[in-house]
């Protein structure tokens, strides 16, 4: 067992401490989120997603890396939207899970095992064209060692195709990624289009590997290593050094392991990949999830020892009876107060956040008019498009922006609401990075600032967000920003079919539309125009459908969030109301005797502070031992 494995299990058994402490002493969603923090230690289970613009090499690289050839279908014109996860089973498996009916979200069917040699049956365009088989993952279990530490690795359609459903699902596996294969070509070098997906991806996980694939196809590999790694330590603001950059060709590996040729396995690159992969990630990862229960840890103790301090002051200060009820008055007066604001705090909260949405729902269909009438005006002139097909796909593509940016902007809309209604203090300054702004802020940023000051207010809407689910929320909880479009895999893989459909439109003509005659050209495209104009309606409806979920899971959670603040408030005040009125019984002697056990339960507040502290400083030991590369 290795020094993390040892503090990993230290921590999970001290941490057991503050679990329970929580079930005696705090609200119900605190004590919630201690055992979450727990569960997730000790899982050791850590999902590493391979990602990057398609036809890069991410499939390729991953069958090397495993050394399995086909494994993950390569070689394919354009994959569908499916996810493949490859994890560690002591016998080899594959099985196969399915979406729900989008008339019958809540029928899914049951999976289906299948062998290995079958996954392109359901995983490429060849075998399941359109994604008509509703494939939303496929699970793969082998008896491989490197595997058995606990990394998932996660093999994820390429982004930048004309397919938008492609991106949509990438998208969504970065929020639950503990690390990041980014995979960009020597050949290529990173595009734009590469540079702010990245730049985004490290906002939400910023533990990353970039893999520079096809190192066999340039002239000068170190010099495009380089370049790569240049580009991204600008975009991360952070020194190459401290990146982790790495060339590839899988043919090299594959030819060195036919020949037995270790320099040409040194070439190809995958040894170093290898040993930042399976021996550094992993412990890059387990560091993390030890870093994230300490951060737990430390936030709610003060949430409790907070409430605590103030409670031995307020006896302390009330040293006569008329002291204590003066302040016992206090706290009536505020209770009363929180219960006259309680009718109507609930319906100024929903009508401000009707107003601050409005418009976003009114922009919602501004747009879709707007796509709708310019791709009627470019059908209907005199003169037809050159390339109608090239049109009527990014025709379709747009509907998923559209509906992903009004999703952006209700969230946006919500936190401004948050803060205009004292539920948000301190969020000012963050509320530019949120998904509206200039840049999409991770749920941890979001949550976290989107509450006072105080440490109890702040982890407790940070944890209550699991509550909001259903509708296209689901993903994303209550008021954070996402990376996710708020549209889901379910309008994105609709109209990463349709794209298809309308690729296949023109199959079979034997002529160019170049070379139609302009009458032909005209006929070709009012049909198109008739295809394309009632599935952009109904691309409409499904967009509208799915932001007005989000507009009432953000609704429902911001009354959950007042809720919450003002059952925080009740609950302090009450306790120490509690407290105060015993004190009135005692006498001298008595309310030493009760401050004096107040005052032992505060010690062992400070104590677990302390064993946090040591703990900490034992984990960011083990950082600098290992040069910790926790960054992009």
Known sequence: MNQLSVLRQKVLSEFRTVVDLTERSAPAPLHEAAQQAWHRLAEERYRVVVCGEFKRGKSTLLNALVDRAGLFPVDVQIATSVVIELSYSATELVRVHFGSAMDRPDDVPDPVEITVDRIGDYATEQGNPFNEKNVIRIEVGLPLAELRQGLILVDTPGIGSMNPAHGVVTRAEILSADALIFVTSAQEGLSTNELDFLADAIEVCPTVITAVTFIDMVVDPAQAIAETAQKIATLAGRPVEELTVVGVAAPRK??????????????????????????????????????????????????????????????????SASGIRSQLDEIRKELADLDKALPTEAAELANGFDRATRPVLERLADDFDALGDGFRDATNRPTPPDE?????????????DIADRAGRELRAAAVAVAVQYGLGNAFTAAADDLPGGPRGATDELTIRTLTERSAFSRLRTRFSGVVIGGGAGAAIGAIAGSFIPVVGTALGAAAGALVGKIGGFFAGKKENERQEALAERRDTVAQLRDYVLPRLDSARRAAERSVGALGRDLAMGLEQ????????????????????????????????????????????????????????????????????????
């Open 254 to 319: 594959h030819d060195a392991a036919d020949d037995d040729d270790p320099e040409l396995l040194t070439e190809s690159g995958f040894p170093l990949l290898e040993r930042q992969l399976w021996d550094g990630l992993a412990e890059t990862c387990g560091r993390a999830r030890v870093a994230a229960v300490l951060d737990t840890w430390l936030e709610l103790v003060e949430t409790l020892r907070q409430p605590l301090a103030d409670q031995i002051a307020a006896l302390r200060a009330g040293s």
């Open 561 to 632: 969030a007042r809720r919450a603040h003002r059952q925080t408030r009740r609950e302090m005040l009450q306790e120490r109301a509690k407290s105060l009125t015993a004190a009135l019984q005692d006498n001298q002697q008595e309310r030493a005797a009760r401050i004096a056990a107040l005052e032992e339960i505060l010690d062992l507040y400070g104590r677990l502070i302390e064993q946090q502290d040591a703990l900490r400083e034992q984990l960011d030991a083990l950082g600098d031992q290992a040069g910790d590369r926790s960054g992009v």
């Open 388 to 400: 109608p097909a090239k049109l009527a796909k990014q025709t379709i593509s747009l509907t998923v």
